[in-house]
């Protein structure tokens, strides 16, 4: 029960079940996902002024079953749809989708 190949820069664990033994879950770190983004922190008597941040992204992926293969999912999909993520998310500026001090 493996993960699959990780490419050089890429991290990843074996697929374990969790303790209730329900979901087979992997967690993937790769060296290039990675984004910049803007953001501030507002909330009742305080607002913090905007600044920004590099980020690493990582993923934490569970199933309930491996697929046939014996993998959780495969590395190639996973990697492409976090660059998209990344790139989408790059030079941005990150609002909270909900607060009780901002409307958008």
């Given amino acids: ?4 190949p990780c490419s050089a820069g890429s991290r990843g664990t074996m697929a374990e079940p969790e303790p209730n033994g329900k979901r087979w879950v992997i967690a993937l770190e790769l060296e290039g996902l990675k984004f910049s ?9 305080f607002r913090e002024p905007m600044h920004g941040h590099n980020y690493t992204v ?16 495969d590395f190639g999909d996973v990697k492409k749809v976090l660059r998209q993520i990344c ?9 909270p989708a909900r607060s009780d001090v901002l409307t958008l």
Avoid: C, M, W
């Avoid at 029960?1 to 699959?4: H, M, N, P, R």
């Avoid at 199933?63 to 046939?68: E, G, H, M, S, T």
């Fill in 37 to 45: 983004a803007a953001h501030f922190v507002a909330f009742h008597g």
């Fill in 87 to 95: 790139k989408r998310l790059n030079q941005r500026t990150l609002l």
């Fill in 1 to 4: 029960q493996a993960i699959g």
């Fill in 58 to 73: 990582g993923a934490r992926i569970g199933a309930r079953q491996l697929q046939p293969d014996g993998y959780v999912i």
